[in-house]
C-alpha cells in the first residue's frame, strides 16, 4: 500500500467509526466517502481510491459489535469522538431552540376553548398517550380554557380500578394540571335517558341478531330486519336489557345510520350493549353500557368540550361522531386528529405489552424497556424532555415512528447542566502502576458549576480500569487516567494490567480511560434498555447487565438521582445496589 493509500486508510478509519457508533453500530459508505472528501478538500482527485479503501474499511467495520466499535473508538479515537458528541449536542441545542409553538385551532375564541384527554383505565399511561395529553393541555393553555381529565370507562371487561391512579400520578409527573377530572361512568343515568329519546325519535332500535349476523350484514350492507321495530316494542325491549331481563348477546342498541354508505362505520353501529362483568367503579349496578362511539361524542358536548382531539385512526368515524350528536341535538365540537406516536422497536398496543408482563418477559409496566410513563420515569427520563420531544413532533397527520434517539439528545441536553458526574468502570479489570506518585485528586463534581463541589481521592498504586478499554491496547501502549496522571503498560494478564508511571503530561494524544481506586469503591449492576423488539417479536437481549464498581462517592446517592459516570452515560438510581441507564 503507498504512503498515501495508507494515510486515506487511517482517516477512512476514524471516520468510519464515528459513523458506525452514529448510526446503531453500522456505518454507511457513501455517508464516509463525503465526509472524507468535504473534510479533506485535498483528496478529492482519488475518488476512486478513495471508495475502494473505504469499503473495505466499513466491510471490517460493521463485522464488529456496537459495544467493540465503542470500545475502540473510546481507546484509539478518544479526542475526535468526544468532539462529535459535543457538535451533536450543539446541534441538540439548536434545534431545541427553534419555537415548539403549536399551530392556531380554528374557531378558537381566547378563553372558551375546552379540551378533554379521555384514556380507557385498562392499562398503564404510554407516550402515546402523553402525546395527546400534552397537545391538550398545551392547547387549552395557549387560549387561557379548560382542559379535562376524563376516563372513558364504559368497557367493564376490560377495565380495572387499579389503573386510574396510575394516570393521575402520570400526569402529576410530567407536570399536566387538568382543571377537572371525572369519569364517564358517572353520567350513566344521563346516557340512559338519551338512548330512550333516540328510541322515541326513531334514531335507534333494538337489534336482537346475533354478532356475527350484525357482522355479515353490515358487510353485505344489508338492512337488519328488527330495523323496522315499532317505538313501543323497541322502548319495551330497551327496557328489559336496562332491568337485566335480557342475557348478554341477546340485544344490542344500535343507531339508525346509513346501511348503504360506504363508510361502514355509518351502517347502523352498535350504541349500546349488555356486559355482565362488574364495573371497577360501580360493581353491578349497571348490566348496559354504552360503546365508546356513543360516549365518547355525548360527553364531549355534555362537557362543552369545544375542541376534540384524537388520534388519526379515528377518521373514519368523524361522520358518525356528528351525525349521532345531530341526531340527540347536542351541541357538535370541532374535532381535531394528529399521528399516533410509537417509537421505533417498540410498541404502544397492551395486546402485545400484557403478553410480556404475564410472562414475566419484562418485569412489569414499569420495566425501563417499555414506553410506558412509569417506565420511562424509571429509566432517567426528565418529564420536560418529554414535553418538548411531543412538541417537536407537532400535530400532523403524516405517520411516523420516531427512533429514541431525538429524546434521548432533548434528554441529554437537560441532564448535562443539571447532573453530578461520578466514576464507574464497567467489566472492571486491576490495574497495578509501578512506582506511583503519591497523589490526592481533587475531581470536580460538575465541569462547570462551581456550587457542586468537589471530592478528594487518595490515589494508590492499583485501580480499577475498563477492561474493554484495555485489551485493545498492547506492551507499551500509554493511557492517561483521567484526571491524574499516564501509564505505560508492562504486561497484561488475565485478570490484571501491570504498567508503569509515565508522566502527567496532559497534552500527550493518548486515550482516555476512567478509573476507581481498589480500596475507595465498591460494586454496582447497570442495567442498559435495548430494543424491546426487533421485526415486532421479542428482543430477548433487550435488557443488558452490567456489571462494574463505582467510585465511594457515589454512595451518597439518593434513590432516583440521575448522574453521569464519565464515559458511561447517565443512569438512574433505582436501589442501593441497581441503576438504569437512561443512555450513553
Known sequence: MTESSTEIRALARKISFLNAVSHGGKADTKAVVGRLMAEHGDLRGQSKLITQIVMSVVSELNKLSIDEQ??????????????????????????????????????????????????????????????????CSEYSKMYNGKFILRFDDTNPSAEKKEYYQPFVDAFNWLNIKPDLIRNSSDDMDRFYDLAEQMIRNEK??????????????????????????????????????????????????????????????????VLFRIVLEPHPLLGNKYSVWPTYDFAGPVEDSLDGVTHAMRSKEYELRDE????????????????????????????????????????????????????????????????????????????????????WDLLESINRKLLDPISRRFFYVPDPIKLRVSKAPSLIAKLNYHPERTDYGSREIRLGDTFFVPFSDVRNLGRGSIFRLIEAYNVRILDVHENLVLAGYAGEDRTADVPKLQWVTEEGS???????????????????????????????????????????????????????????????
Open 204 to 269: 335507534a332500535y333494538v337489534c336482537t341478531c346475533t354478532k356475527e349476523g350484525i357482522r355479515e350484514k353490515r358487510a353485505r350492507a344489508e338492512a337488519c330486519e328488527h330495523r323496522s321495530r315499532p317505538v313501543e316494542e323497541n322502548l319495551s325491549l330497551w327496557h328489559q336489557m336496562v332491568m337485566k331481563e335480557i342475557q348478554k348477546s341477546e340485544a344490542t342498541l344500535r343507531f339508525k345510520g346509513d346501511m348503504g354508505a360506504l363508510n361502514t362505520t355509518m351502517r347502523d353501529p
Open 70 to 135: 465503542k470500545s475502540i473508538l473510546n481507546t484509539e479515537y478518544s479526542d475526535s469522538y468526544e468532539a462529535e458528541q459535543e457538535r451533536k449536542r450543539k446541534q441538540a441545542e439548536r434545534d431545541s431552540e427553534k419555537a415548539l409553538e403549536l399551530p392556531k385551532l380554528p374557531d378558537a375564541k381566547m378563553g372558551a376553548v375546552v379540551t378533554r384527554f379521555p384514556p380507557e383505565p385498562n392499562g398503564f399511561m404510554h407516550i402515546g398517550h402523553a402525546k395527546a395529553a400534552i397537545i
Open 320 to 403: 358518525q361522531y356528528h351525525a349521532i350528536l345531530q341526531s340527540l341535538g347536542l351541541r357538535d365540537p370541532t374535532i381535531i386528529e394528529f399521528s399516533r406516536l410509537n417509537l421505533q422497536n417498540t410498541t404502544v398496543h397492551k395486546r402485545t405489552l400484557r403478553p410480556l408482563i404475564a410472562e414475566k418477559l419484562v418485569e412489569g409496566w414499569d420495566d425501563p424497556r417499555l414506553p410506558t410513563i412509569s417506565a420511562l420515569r424509571r429509566r432517567g427520563f426528565l418529564p420536560e424532555s418529554i414535553r418538548e420531544f411531543i412538541l417537536r413532533m407537532g400535530i400532523s397527520k403524516v405517520e411516523s415512528q420516531p427512533t
Open 522 to 584: 465498591f460494586p454496582l449492576t447497570i442495567e442498559v434498555p435495548g430494543a424491546l423488539l426487533i421485526d415486532d417479536k421479542f428482543n430477548p437481549d433487550s435488557l443488558k447487565i452490567v456489571r462494574g464498581v463505582v467510585e465511594q462517592a457515589a454512595a451518597q446517592l439518593s434513590i432516583g438521582e440521575i448522574v453521569q459516570f464519565v464515559r458511561f452515560g447517565f443512569c438512574r438510581k433505582d436501589s442501593d445496589q441497581l441503576m438504569i441507564r437512561a443512555h450513553s
